[in-house]
């Protein structure tokens, strides 16, 4: 079955630390990768998105991601995370050929908590 | 540009009773999706619609659980009877019609939390 993991269940990070977010999906075949950010007490709001060219995608406040196919994954980088930045993280996965349901597959979410 | 709303932001019902959640999706968006979240698990997808029809309802759990898009704006999700394991965040979202450049993009309302007793 279609799946997409995040092994980072939470992450503690100090202030201006380095982030990386580990997301592998498990199709073979061509995927459109999103990562979407839900602050607390605020809806899902997309960060970045892949879905063809440059592997390496920018986002918004910072954030970017690079797909690698090799790997089935699509990591997500800051290289100096603010208290601001703390959130819950998803990763998700459009699999090619759906046929017109263009649903998304979640991964479990990355908690991260900055401290100040 | 108003965004996803969904209403109730919380509902608490006992077991046996019935809820109906609402989701108003972005003017001009032909593609309603409704998620469900069960606490610490991942976001689930339940179905899709395209304006009023199912285009895809692969993921809703059993038949107590209805949707409808009925003229193709709002969307209602009504769980009768609710179970103790319909307890979860029920997420709305919502895109541009196929054929624009943003279709693949979701747009997600703030979610209704229902808890059954």
């Known amino acids: 079955a279609q799946s997409v993991s995040q092994h980072n269940h939470h992450v503690i990070l100090s202030e201006a630390a380095s982030l990386e977010l580990g997301c592998n999906y498990s199709?073979?075949?061509?995927?459109?990768l999103f990562w979407y950010v839900q602050y607390p007490g605020q809806h899902l709001q997309l960060l970045l998105k892949?879905?063809?060219?440059?592997?390496l995608v920018k986002g918004i406040k910072g954030f970017e991601a690079e797909f690698i196919k090799s790997k089935f994954s699509f990591n997500l980088r800051k290289p100096s995370v603010q208290w601001s930045d703390t959130a819950e993280y998803f990763c998700?996965?459009?699999?090619?050929?759906?046929?017109?349901?263009?649903?998304?597959?979640f991964g479990t979410g990355t908690r991260l908590k900055v401290l100040a | 540009e108003a965004g996803v709303t969904q209403f109730p932001s919380h509902s608490v019902i006992e077991k046996g009773q019935t809820v109906t959640l609402r989701c108003d999706p972005i003017?001009?968006?032909?593609?309603l999706y409704w998620y469900r979240r069960v606490m610490g698990k991942e976001i689930k997808f339940l179905l899709h619609?395209?304006?009023?029809?199912?285009?895809?309802e692969s993921g809703m759990p059993n038949n107590r659980f209805l949707a409808e898009r009925t003229g193709g704006t709002y969307s209602t999700l009504k769980v009768q009877p609710a179970e103790l394991e319909d307890s979860g965040v029920y997420f709305c979202a919502s895109s541009p019609p196929v054929g624009t450049s943003r279709t693949d993009t979701q747009y997600f309302g703030p979610g209704t939390r229902l808890t059954v007793l």
């Open positions: 892949y879905f063809s060219g440059d592997p």
């Open positions: 998700a996965a459009i699999p090619g050929g759906t046929s017109g349901t263009y649903k998304y597959i």
């Open positions: 003017s001009g968006h032909d593609n």
């Open positions: 619609f395209v304006k009023e029809s199912k285009q895809d």
């Open positions: 199709y073979g075949g061509t995927v459109n």
